[in-house]
C-alpha cells in the first residue's frame, strides 16, 4: 500500500483577514508550503508543531486523539489555517502534532473539499472539476 502525499499551501487565516481589512500588507500574511500525506483513516488535519509556530497560529482547547495503535493522547488544536489543495480552499483548524512530524491530511477537508485519494495510482484528485459537490444528507 503506498502513500498519497500532496502539497498543501497553509496560510493564517486571521492575517489573511487582517490584511483584507487594511490592518496589515499582504506580504505580512504568515504562508508556506509542506508535503503531507492523506491520511484516510484520519479525522483532522495534522500539522507539526514548528510548522503551526511558523503559522503563528493561536492554540483553541485540546483533545484525546487515538493513533493507529490505539494510543491515546491529548493534543493541542490550533488554528484557524486556511489550507489549499488541488485548487480549493477551506478555513480550519488543526492537530498540533508533535515537532518535524508529518503532515496528516484527514476525512474533514477530504469531505468539505470534495478530493477523492486514489489509493492505486498514489493521487488526490477532485471528484468534480469544477466545484466541490457536498452531499446535505
Known amino acids: 500500500m503506498g502513500e498519497i502525499v500532496v502539497t498543501a499551501k497553509l496560510e493564517n487565516t ?3 483577514g487582517s490584511f483584507k481589512r487594511g490592518f ?3 506580504a505580512s500574511i504568515r504562508a ?3 508535503d503531507a500525506i492523506v491520511d484516510t ?3 483532522m488535519l495534522m500539522l507539526p508543531q514548528n510548522i503551526v509556530e511558523r503559522l503563528g497560529l493561536e492554540v483553541q482547547r ?3 486523539v487515538t493513533y493507529a495503535d490505539d494510543r491515546r493522547e491529548e493534543r493541542p488544536i490550533a488554528g484557524p ?3 489549499e489543495l488541488c485548487g480549493r480552499f477551506m478555513h480550519t483548524s488543526c492537530i498540533v502534532g508533535p515537532p ?7 476525512q474533514i477537508v477530504l469531505q468539505e473539499l470534495d478530493l477523492i485519494a486514489d ?4 493521487s488526490l484528485h477532485p471528484r468534480v472539476p469544477d466545484y466541490p459537490l457536498l452531499s446535505l444528507r
Open 41 to 43: 483513516g484520519a479525522a
Open 32 to 34: 508556506t508550503s509542506i
Open 62 to 64: 485540546t483533545a484525546i
Open 81 to 83: 489555517v486556511t489550507i
Open 14 to 16: 486571521e492575517d489573511r
Open 100 to 106: 518535524l512530524s508529518e503532515a496528516l491530511i484527514g
Open 24 to 26: 496589515h500588507d499582504e
Open 119 to 122: 489509493c492505486p495510482r498514489h
